[in-house]
């Protein structure tokens, strides 16, 4: 089998593209796989990932033909044939886009939403100027170079300015090779004034063998705009999925994250919003719900840079059997931040005795003017809620599921999207009942 680590020489595609992957991966190469000696690490092993073993997945040729409905997995097929409006539709299957779709609506005003490999040829500038120029934590470079370097699939979506997408632009993702590497980017840039929608969704079913997922997440507001982006994580067992999300916030831009993970076997997601201009608001929203042994790994970054901004912070996990969860999360306020209002709060549900959560929030604040807090609780069943649900006539699996349900009732509600928040509420009754 092909090891992931291609000489640079052999990286191929349009030379712009090309020359960003050879730098990543030169700085690949550089860096060290990080280990648990490292304090944002401490909670996720790498040590078992090595990633050239994995089958590199190849970027698809964007000009394939349409994929019929009845072809496609029934869990994608499923999700397309419900009654939610879309603005754009975008599935790729192992990196492959088998479907692509945009409203004449959205065409007309100028919306460009398409494949990476073609906006490369199409819009060169949005490539220059926007693919891969986030600021990066040191703690996320090396897996954020190789995600670069071995770029098999991805969208590029550009609202222009004063456009509002009036219904979701949904990307789905689905994963059915074993043994294989998928690395996928969503570019996300959203002029003054504008609004959109983004829901990512990653699917499989259960795989025999380790297969790989580095997903990277970079949204571009402009003054006044308004993005909402939402990521569903629904992978199978056998996966392992790395995301690295940063958003952009201008002056008066608003952008709300709603991070959901249900699958996989290792999830790690690290989310950043740099609020950049005075007057940005930042909402991130984020539940998990995990059995087995499944790992969750959460480290957030509401990053002030300019005055007289907002942000807050809502991250809840359930747990049973012998999953655990990781959350690190910090507020840092630079010097010149002053006016700063910003909330940070995790909250943990324990099913069972050998599930394990890690809540660690953490402020860095160099300016004098500022409103921040931070909250974070573990903690297990209230035995007295069960025990009331139960003399009501409830068996105590009728009890905790209700438990569970109105413990992420405070998220779900604030979920912008009333069909995805319907289906991931039957994501979440459907795992209860199998667990």
């Not at 998928?182 to 983004?198: D, F, M, N, P």
């Not at 249900?262 to 929203?285: F, I, K, N, W, Y």
């Not at 709060?345 to 599930?355: H, V």
């Amino acid at each position: 089998m092909d090891g992931i680590l291609t000489p640079p020489q052999a990286i191929g595609g349009p030379e712009l593209l090309a020359e960003k992957r050879k730098a990543a991966w030169e700085e690949y190469r550089s860096l060290p796989m990080p280990t648990r000696k490292s304090e944002e690490w401490r909670y996720t092993d790498l040590t078992k990932l090595d990633p050239e073993r994995f089958e590199q997945i190849e970027t698809g040729d964007p000009t394939a033909e349409p994929m019929a409905l009845d072809d496609l997995p029934g869990a994608v097929r499923e999700i397309l044939t419900d009654e939610s409006k879309r603005s754009g539709t975008l599935v790729e299957i192992d990196a492959t886009v088998v479907r692509l779709e945009l409203a004449p609506e959205a065409a007309d005003a100028g919306v460009v939403f398409a494949p990476i490999a073609r906006i490369v040829e199409q819009r060169p500038d949005l490539i220059e100027r926007f693919l891969f120029a986030s600021d990066i934590a040191p703690m996320e470079r090396k897996l954020w170079s190789l995600h670069v370097a071995a770029l098999s699939g991805g969208y590029v979506l550009f609202v222009p300015q004063g456009v509002r997408v009036e219904d979701p632009v949904h990307i789905i993702r689905w994963l059915s090779r074993t043994g294989a590497m998928l690395s996928s980017h969503s570019l996300i840039i959203v002029e003054r004034g504008a609004e959109v929608t983004v829901i990512d969704e990653f699917l499989s079913d259960d795989l025999a063998e380790d297969s790989l997922s580095l997903n990277g997440v970079e949204v571009f507001g402009g003054d006044g705009a308004l993005v909402n982006y939402l990521a569903l994580q629904r992978f199978g067992s056998g996966v392992r999925h790395f995301s690295m999300q940063h958003a952009n916030t201008p002056r008066d831009c608003t952008l709300n994250s709603f991070n959901v993970s249900l699958g996989a076997d290792q999830s790690r997601c690290d989310v950043t919003s740099h609020l950049l201009g005075p007057g940005s608001d930042s909402e991130m929203l984020a539940l998990w719900f995990g059995g087995r042994d499944q790992h969750f790994d959460f480290h957030t970054l509401q990053h002030h840079v300019a005055p007289n901004a907002h942000s807050d912070l809502l991250f809840k996990g359930a747990l049973t059997d012998r999953a655990n969860s990781v959350f690190r999360g910090l507020i840092r306020v630079d010097k010149g931040a002053q006016l700063t209002d910003a909330y940070q709060t995790n909250r943990n549900l324990l099913l069972s005795p050998d599930s394990k959560a890690t809540t660690l929030p953490s402020l860095e604040i160099a300016a004098d003017d500022v409103k921040c807090s931070h909250a974070a609780t573990a903690g297990q069943v209230d035995e007295h809620q069960l025990f009331y649900l139960t003399t009501r006539g409830l068996t105590r699996e009728q009890a905790e599921r209700l438990l569970v349900f109105g413990f992420f009732g405070e998220v779900l509600a604030r979920m912008p999207v009333d069909s995805v928040r319907d289906r991931m509420t039957d994501a979440i009754e459907r795992k209860i009942e199998i667990l």
